[in-house]
T-cell receptor, first 113, second 117 residues
Framework: AQSVTQLDSHVSVSEGTPVLLRCNYS??????LFWYVQHPNKGLQLLLK??????LVKGINGFEAEFKKSETSFHLTKPSAHMSDAAEYFC???????????FGTGTRLLVSP | EPEVTQTPSHQVTQMGQEVILRCVPI?????FYWYRQILGQKVEFLVS????????KSEIFDDQFSVERPDGSNFTLKIRSTKLEDSAMYFC???????????????FGPGTRLTVL
């Protein structure tokens, strides 16, 4: 079965400093991996997705993630945090041939001035 | 930019009552989904719907739940005889249905918060 583990429930950074949100996956098959973001009172918005093409994936708002098969990781990074990045971030996996997205528990990103 | 919409944003109901949560998927999308998130827990898949029938469902999606596309634009989730543990945020999503689930992106609505008293 597919699953993802988000290693931090909360991450706090200062504006202008790098962001690292960690995600490890477990999958018996080649997975497709996503990061979604949820701002307060908003829907889940897709940040980026990995679908077995390039291992370094660039997303919206300056975020990127690197698929590392040897480490079973798909960490989300951003070089410089902005106040508007404060939100809940979800690492998500899907198995090919199925429609069910499997979510991690989420990481709340707090950005201080 | 097209988006998935959901109504109402918040629904309060008494235990045992029936509720219908409504969603308007993105207009050219073919796959529709419901997920839920109980407070403090993970977002969980409930059901996917394609070509007017359920294509996949989780063990959570029992006889208490049903889905319907009553017209060309709405997609509904009905919960019969609500229980306290049905209190959650319910998210609707839709995708183009490219045929490749690896590349088919699910777009989510803002959610309906259901409170069962």
């Amino acid at each position: 079965a597919q699953s993802v583990t988000q290693l931090d429930s909360h991450v706090s950074v200062s504006e202008g400093t790098p962001v690292l949100l960690r995600c490890n996956y477990s999958s018996s098959y080649s997975p497709s991996l996503f990061w979604y973001v949820q701002h307060p009172n908003k829907g889940l918005q897709l940040l980026l997705k990995y679908t077995s093409a390039a291992t370094l994936v660039k997303g919206i708002n300056g975020f990127e993630a690197e698929f590392k098969k040897s480490e079973t990781s798909f960490h989300l990074t951003k070089p410089s945090a902005h106040m508007s990045d404060a939100a809940e971030y979800f690492c998500v996996v899907i198995r090919g041939g199925f429609q069910k997205l499997v979510f991690g528990t989420g990481t709340r990103l707090l950005v201080s001035p | 930019e097209p988006e998935v919409t959901q109504t109402p944003s918040h629904q309060v109901t008494q235990m045992g009552q029936e509720v219908i949560l409504r969603c308007v998927p993105i207009s050219n999308h073919l796959y529709f989904y419901w997920y839920r998130q109980i407070l403090g827990q993970k977002v969980e898949f409930l059901v996917s719907f394609y070509n007017n029938e359920i294509s996949e469902k989780s063990e959570i999606f029992d006889d208490q739940f049903s889905v319907e596309r009553p017209d060309g634009s709405n997609f509904t989730l009905k919960i019969r005889s609500t229980k306290l543990e049905d209190s959650a945020m319910y998210f609707c999503a839709s995708s183009e249905g490219s045929g490749d689930t690896f590349t088919d992106t699910q777009y989510f609505g803002p959610g309906t918060r259901l409170t069962v008293l």
